[in-house]
């Protein structure tokens, strides 16, 4: 331990710190909660003297707001927005490890380790006598990005607002400006029951289900793939759940599919429901009755790259343009609120939620000195 970096010791105790997000499911309650890492982080800028409070976001969960005001006027401001949550695990995967350069441990690259790239390079900049005299620079701890982002809709209503934000998650220090939104969908086929032994006495759900299926799964998708953004690419759906039935000798009078539709720019959610319906019509299956299973509203991320402040991001962090991703984060919400935002960090997110989750030291380093360079660079 002794031999670690400060960076690195601050991402070890970060993960040392369970915060799994309560509304997901977890049999032990002492691991829930991102309490304990906003305590550990006002107790650092405590230290450092910063001016730091609480929003109140859902009981006994608060997003935590920490200021570095400028000497001079405020002309801008910038936010550092990276989630405190986590998703469910052992408690062992709460003692971190360090092999070949890595560190394991849940919330290592999700987001634990944009966290402490973004805390360490925030605190570091609080103690240089030459920092920017017009922007203040606001870090947000966030409850909830990993169920209903709820930390980043509260940010978004109550403010403050900025000239950018960057979220943190793991893209492996690429800048990412635009993602995917999301929508979920349950469709429900209604019948009448009867006796398996005289199905035509009834009407079978599962049996209207089936032409819906099948147009879902083949006709819809040739439809989407005509559509592309050119950093996301064309939408997609996923048929994620079906229902239906209860026996093999009674005739279902009920079935649900419930889908996933991952949106573009300038897809809303109502133009996703006429499409959807008028390609039943076109085929002529009747229409299915529609309801929401998420009422949250996930829209796309499609953050202008072209913004002077992203522009010196992306110098910051040696990069010539944005990405695109096809998940969904806090930026989005963000955005909602005003305030353009990116997503950027360290680690790769198809370590993000495994079961073996880790991040590369060298990246989390990367990531802490691009942040610095930014935040060093503006006015
Ligand atoms: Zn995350």
Excluded at 67 to 91: C, E, F, Q, W, Y
Excluded at 173 to 187: D, F, P, Q, T, Y
Excluded at 231 to 255: A, F, R, Y
Aim: with cysteine; hydrophobic share 35%.
């Amino acid at each position: 331990m002794n031999r670690l970096s400060s960076l690195d010791r601050l991402l070890w105790e970060l993960v040392e710190i369970p915060s799994i997000n309560p509304s997901l499911e977890c049999k032990d309650a002492s691991l829930t909660g991102e309490e304990k890492i906003a305590q550990y982080l006002e107790g650092n800028a405590n230290s450092s003297r910063l001016e730091y409070k609480r929003m109140k976001v859902l009981p006994g969960r608060e997003n935590l707001v920490i200021r570095l005001k400028p000497s001079g006027n405020i002309k801008n401001k910038v936010m550092l927005t990276p989630h405190m949550d986590v998703v469910p695990a052992t408690p062992n995967a709460f003692v971190p490890k360090i092999k070949n350069g890595c560190l394991f441990g849940r919330g290592a690259c999700d987001t634990k380790g944009s966290i402490a790239s973004f805390f360490h390079a925030f605190l570091r900049l609080s103690k240089e006598i030459n920092r920017p005299k017009n922007t203040e620079i606001i870090f947000v701890g966030l409850v909830d990005e990993e169920f209903g982002q709820a930390g980043s809709r509260a940010l978004a209503q109550k403010g403050p607002k900025a000239d950018l934000a960057i979220a943190g998650e793991p893209t492996n220090l690429k800048v990412v400006s635009a993602h995917k939104g999301n929508l979920w969908i349950r469709l429900a086929t209604i019948g009448k029951s009867a006796h398996g032994s005289t199905p035509q006495h009834g009407s079978n759900a599962i049996n209207k289900m089936s032409p819906i299926l099948e147009a879902l799964t083949i006709e819809y998708p040739k439809l989407l793939l005509e559509r592309k953004h050119p950093l996301l690419g064309p939408p997609t759906v996923n048929i994620g759940k079906i229902q239906g039935g209860s026996q093999p000798n009674v005739v279902p009078d009920s079935c649900q599919i419930d889908i996933d539709r991952r949106t573009l720019p300038g897809e809303t959610d109502e133009s996703v429901k006429k499409e959807i319906k008028k390609l039943f019509r076109e085929l002529k299956i009747n229409c299915p009755e529609f309801s929401r299973t998420r009422t949250v509203h996930c829209p796309p991320l499609d953050t202008d790259p072209t913004l002077p402040m992203v522009q010196t991001f992306l110098k910051a962090s040696n990069r010539r343009k944005t990405i695109g991703v096809p998940y969904f984060t806090d930026a989005s919400p963000i955005s909602m609120g005003g305030t353009p935002a990116l997503v950027f960090g360290p680690g790769n997110i198809a370590q993000a939620h495994s079961k073996n989750e880790w991040v590369s030291l060298e990246e989390v380093e990367k990531a802490e000195q691009s942040i610095f360079r930014f935040l060093s660079n503006l006015e």
